[in-house]
Nanobody, 125 residues
Framework: QVQLVESGGGLVQAGGSLRLSCAASGRTFSTNHMGWFRQTPGKEREFVAAIRWKSGSTYYADSVKGRFTISSDNAKNTVYLQMNSLKPEDTAVYYC??????????????????WGKGTLVTVSS
């Protein structure tokens, strides 16, 4: 089992920045990659960014490229999402997720095996 705990959400004005953290515990060595997804009421959970533990390879949704940066501290089993130039449309509950297998679709929420409870990010205009 892997436990994930997100932190760092909050209220910020448009153009501002936030950094989300996701602390992983348990059998973290069994996971291949970590991802951030977000969800607003009535919509499906959408991919934001992902990072592979070993290679450090990163992946981003087109909507956040150039504004968000995902990184990891392997020694701390923690993944970060630095969000800059925030827009009102970035408002959502942000979830951290972990996947066990390398061959899955990295952008597909259904292929993630473990989830945190989420942290709310609100961007005011």
């Amino acid at each position: 089992q892997v436990q994930l705990v997100e932190s760092g959400g909050g209220l910020v004005q448009a153009g501002g920045s936030l950094r989300l953290s996701c602390a992983a515990s348990g059998r973290t060595f069994s996971t291949n990659h970590m991802g951030w997804f977000r969800q607003t009421p009535g919509k499906e959970r959408e991919f934001v960014a992902a990072i592979r533990w070993k290679s450090g390879s990163t992946y981003y949704a087109d909507s956040v490229k150039g504004r968000f940066t995902i990184s990891s501290d392997n020694a701390k089993n923690t993944v970060y999402l630095q969000m800059n130039s925030l827009k009102p449309e970035d408002t959502a509950v942000y979830y951290c997720a972990a996947a066990l297998f390398a061959g899955v679709r990295i952008t597909n929420s259904r292929d993630m095996d473990y989830w945190g409870k989420g942290t709310l990010v609100t961007v005011s205009s």
